[in-house]
């Protein structure tokens, strides 16, 4: 008789409740160590990084076929195991690899070191990347926090919250960049501060 085995999906901050168990978790590939003995796949989600680890290479081969960069898109499945020196405490033992959405060419900006080492022209220019960065992901958490605690201290006392409109009628900023757009016709500028 076959039983099934139950897979959890989980985000990585909830590893901890899962030891022993087999879990699913979807993230972006964030680097890929193979080193011959030992390799090590590190996947981050919105939430923070697990490692998967293996001695078996061909456990990656859904990585390594293609030649997969990071920031390609996954899913990871295994055994949460309790490993003080890895990422977190926490580790996937006998990984299971699924590419959802792959990503074959270099990244512009490498977001899997601990500083992000680009000049801000091509920082802006990828923006999207390089705030996947978990420094950057820190930061936004940190201002979404505190946001969100002004919301509700003010709401808790009978504030309304209004929307205003984010564009301006002429550029009001000095020494920075104006983003300029057609507003029925006339130029607008959106507002920077």
């Known amino acids: 008789m076959h039983t099934a085995t139950t897979v959890h999906e989980i985000r990585t901050t909830e590893l901890a409740a899962h030891v022993g168990a087999t879990v699913r978790i979807r993230g972006w590939l964030h680097t890929l160590r193979l080193l011959g003995g030992v390799n090590f796949a590190v996947v981050r989600d919105g939430w923070g990084v697990v490692q998967a680890v293996t001695e078996d290479e061909a456990d990656f081969a859904p990585l390594t076929a293609l ?5 390609t898109v996954l899913a990871l499945e295994g055994t949460v195991v309790a490993n003080a020196v890895a990422p ?3 580790e996937l033992h006998a990984p299971r690899v ?3 959405t792959p990503v074959v060419d270099a990244l512009p900006v ?3 070191k601990r500083e992000i080492k680009a000049a801000l022209p091509n920082m802006l220019d990828h923006a999207v990347t390089v705030n996947r960065h978990p420094a950057r992901r820190a930061v936004f958490r940190l201002a979404a926090g505190v946001m969100a605690a002004f919301r509700a201290h003010l709401t808790a006392r009978g504030f309304t919250e209004i929307q ?3 564009i301006v009628a ?3 900023e000095s020494g920075a960049n104006v983003f300029t757009l057609d507003y029925f016709g006339r130029p607008a500028y959106l507002a920077q501060s």
């Open 67 to 71: 030649n997969l960069q990071p920031e």
């Open 88 to 90: 977190g405490g926490y």
């Open 98 to 100: 699924e590419v959802i």
């Open 110 to 112: 490498l977001i899997s």
């Open 164 to 166: 205003t409109p984010k």
């Open 170 to 172: 002429s550029a009001t």
